[in-house]
């Protein structure tokens, strides 16, 4: 018999993490040779498991989980990496593609579309969305300008960051400890999101993100 693919599979909540599991291992091909709730465990996992594909969810309890899909594909780029997240995929599968990974799918996407999802990034495709896919060509080729630009597409990683953490109610001085980073550049990164996002004040900042986060988080 062949070797079975290894999947490593990070998901902060057990129940998720099981369900994940046991759809991998309905395939006869395939065995879940690692699991991982937290930021660091899963990094763990990396080296003694060495898996040949990862799914990972992007929010973990601990940290960014683009941040260990941007590590992992910096470690080992020959791992595709398929993020399956709660998360709207029109605000985080181009950040998910950018960091590293080769497909983004919706966790409450059919167990049939999350196996078509494997399979599509385990043969070195990129798996989106129908939609999805339909958007990023639009913006590729200009059309979603024409239409006036969606202001989030204009912020860098470490500024989007701040922004979520901003939208989650974080004050200066708390987005400086979560990021260690000082106040100081944490207010200059302020500014910045207030430039790109013609926004005048800290208050009209705070009240865009919160309505911004109510959206997406839906």
Do not use: C
């Amino acid at each position: 018999m062949d070797r079975r693919i290894s999947f490593l599979v990070v998901e902060d909540h057990p129940i998720y993490r099981q369900g994940l599991v046991e759809l991998v291992e309905s395939d006869s091909r395939y065995l879940v040779s690692s699991e991982a709730g937290s930021f660091d465990d899963a990094l763990k996992a990396v080296d003694d498991a060495a898996p040949d594909i990862a799914l990972v969810d992007i929010s973990l309890f601990d940290k960014d989980g683009l941040d260990f899909v941007r590590i992992l594909h910096t470690k080992r780029p020959d791992v595709p990496i398929l993020v399956i997240s709660m998360h709207d995929e029109k605000v985080y599968a181009s950040r998910a593609l950018a960091a590293g990974a080769k497909g983004y799918v919706m966790k409450y996407e059919t167990a049939a579309v999350i196996r078509d999802a494997i399979a599509t990034v385990l043969s070195g495709h990129v798996f989106l969305s129908q939609s999805m896919r339909l958007r990023l060509v639009d913006t590729m080729f200009g059309g979603e300008r024409r239409g006036g630009s969606v202001p989030l597409d204009r912020l860098s990683e470490r500024e989007f960051q701040i922004f979520e953490l901003i939208a989650l109610g974080y004050g200066p001085k708390e987005i400086s400890d979560v990021l260690n980073l000082s106040v100081k550049t944490v207010d200059a990164y302020r500014d910045r999101l207030k430039q790109k996002l013609d926004i005048r004040t800290a208050s009209e900042l705070r009240k865009f993100a919160a309505t911004w986060w109510r959206n997406v988080d839906k």
